[in-house]
């Protein structure tokens, strides 16, 4: 079993900061990329930032210059810092790692369970 366990949400003030761990568990071989996703009320999940295991990174045009991601391989976690957080920020952010269990060799997507992030104006 592999489990992604998130932290680090919370409610900040509009220009605040938050840092969000998510950290993967279990029987894992290899994780591949690193991304994290986030739903706000009433939409559909959009992709935030991604990391690839060599550091190269994506983000959506919405956080550009503001969030940040991040992995510590030896640990099996990755980050997403949040600078000069919006209103339009606030949903509740999910990570998800694509992983090679030992057993089987086809990589797998997993998600965390989610956390709140609230920004408030």
């Known amino acids: 079993q592999v489990q992604l366990v998130e932290s680090g949400g919370g409610w900040v003030q509009a220009g605040g900061s938050l840092r969000l761990s998510c950290a993967a568990t279990?029987?894992?071989?290899?994780?591949?990329?690193m991304a994290w996703y986030r739903q706000a009320p009433g939409k559909l999940r959009e992709l935030v930032a991604s990391i690839t295991t060599d550091g190269s990174t994506n983000y959506a045009d919405s956080v550009k210059g503001r969030l940040t991601i991040s992995r510590d391989n030896a640990k099996n976690t990755v980050y997403l810092q949040m600078n000069s957080l919006e209103p339009e920020d606030t949903a509740v952010y999910y990570c998800?790692?694509?992983?090679?269990?030992?057993?089987?060799?086809?990589?797998?997507?997993?998600w965390g369970q989610g956390t709140q992030v609230t920004v408030s104006s």
């Open positions: 279990g029987s894992i071989h290899t994780i591949n990329a």
């Open positions: 998800n790692a694509v992983i090679i269990q030992p057993w089987y060799s086809v990589p797998k997507g997993f």
